[in-house]
């Protein structure tokens, strides 16, 4: 079975500080990593996703994650975070086969906090 | 172009009674997919369509069930209500898997 942990719950940085969420994954097969935001009362918006290719994927609005598949790991990071950054941030696996095919499974969540 | 629209925002239910969800994709896309997020568990995978056939299917009893329309939106049906069924069921679409998700911004469903 596939498992994703993110191994800070709560996160809070200052303004224009660089910020890091963790996210490690478990699976017997070849994964597809996704990282979403959600903003409070509403669904997840899809941050960034690593398919297949560079291991380095970017968002438009500054973040990156990197796909490092010896570690089994899917970081997210951004240099300098803004106040509207605050939100929080899931990792999600999709198998790229088996029974679990379809299923996207998602990390508890990292609440990150930006304070001025 | 329109998103993930899901009706309605919020619903209150009382125990036994039935709940039914509805969700419209993205233009184009055929896969639906319902996730179900509650205080504490996170979220949890429901049900995925695509092409009106239910494709898989979470850990969740037969009491929750759906079905996709050949307009590929979808309905998700909650019957015999229990308290711990109130959460925020949300509904995504994609091309497939493994493309991104979109999601809706989500149905909030209280059981009293």
């Known amino acids: 079975a596939q498992s994703v942990t993110q191994l800070d719950s709560q996160v809070p940085v200052f303004e224009e500080a660089p910020v890091e969420l963790r996210c490690n994954y478990s699976?017997?097969?070849?994964?597809?990593l996704f990282w979403y935001v959600q903003y409070p009362n509403q669904g997840l918006q899809l941050l960034l996703k690593?398919?297949?290719?560079?291991?380095l994927v970017e968002s438009i609005n500054g973040f990156e994650a990197e796909f490092n598949k010896s570690q089994t790991s899917f970081h997210l990071r951004k240099p300098s975070v803004h106040i509207s950054d605050t939100a929080e941030y899931f990792c999600?696996?999709?198998?790229?086969?088996?029974?679990?095919?379809?299923?996207?499974?998602f990390g508890q969540g990292t609440i990150l906090t930006v304070h001025p | 172009e329109a998103g993930v629209t899901q009706s309605p925002t919020h619903l209150i239910k009382t125990r036994g009674q039935q709940a039914t969800l509805r969700c419209s994709p993205i233009?184009?896309?055929?896969?639906v997919y319902w996730y179900q997020q509650a205080l504490g568990l996170g979220l949890q995978f429901l049900l995925w369509?695509?092409?009106?056939?239910?494709?898989n299917r979470g850990n969740f009893p037969p009491r929750f069930s759906g079905r996709q329309f050949p307009n590929y939106s979808s309905e998700l049906n909650v019957n015999a209500l229990e308290l711990e069924d109130s959460a925020l069921y949300l509904c995504?679409?994609?091309?497939?898997?493994?493309?991104?998700?979109?999601f809706g911004s989500g149905t909030r469903l209280t059981v009293v």
């Open positions: 699976s017997s097969v070849s994964v597809y």
């Open positions: 690593y398919l297949s290719g560079s291991t």
């Open positions: 995504a679409s994609s091309l497939g898997p493994p493309f991104g998700y979109t």
């Open positions: 369509y695509d092409e009106g056939e239910e494709r």
């Open positions: 999600a696996l999709a198998n790229a086969g088996g029974t679990s095919y379809g299923k996207l499974t």
């Open positions: 233009s184009g896309h055929t896969s």
